[in-house]
């Protein structure tokens, strides 16, 4: 079986921000739909973006990544492997390293948190 992966930097919702340099600081189930709140790292070329004060070295904003009609969530790590929501207790905050569409549907996000597999709809990204 061949996985048609996508890096998060091809996917237009992620348009000019880097989420390498963004932060998930928690998780929560929303009526079926897995939101992670974040700190996101805004590129200059972002519709948001303003330069940062002189105390700041970069642009980050309060934002919500949501993956609507979530069906399932796997945390894998650590010798342990749970399914959502049940996960939703073990999913910790801390910077991302990697998020890639994997399949139609089927999503992959790691960084200080962990593994986590995500099947849902196209996520989505909302500025607070």
């Known amino acids: 079986m061949t996985v048609n992966r996508t890096d ?6 992620f348009k000019n921000v880097d989420l390498t340099r963004s932060f ?4 929560e189930d929303e009526g079926g739909s897995l939101q992670a709140d974040v700190d996101l790292f805004l590129c200059p070329e972002h519709a948001f973006y303003e330069k940062p004060r002189p105390a700041e070295k970069a642009c980050f904003r309060p934002a919500c990544i949501e993956f609507p009609w979530c069906t399932a969530a796997h945390l894998e790590g650590e ?7 049940h996960s939703l207790k073990d999913l910790r905050s801390g910077q ?25 709809g196209r996520p989505m990204v909302r500025l607070k």
Do not use: K, N
């Open 8 to 13: 998060w930097s091809d996917l237009r919702e």
């Open 96 to 120: 991302i390293r990697a998020f890639a569409r994997i399949g139609e549907g089927q999503y992959e996000i790691s960084g200080d948190f962990g593994y986590v597999r995500v099947e849902s």
């Open 79 to 85: 010798g342990s492997h749970s399914s959502y929501p």
């Open 24 to 27: 998930i600081l928690s998780w």
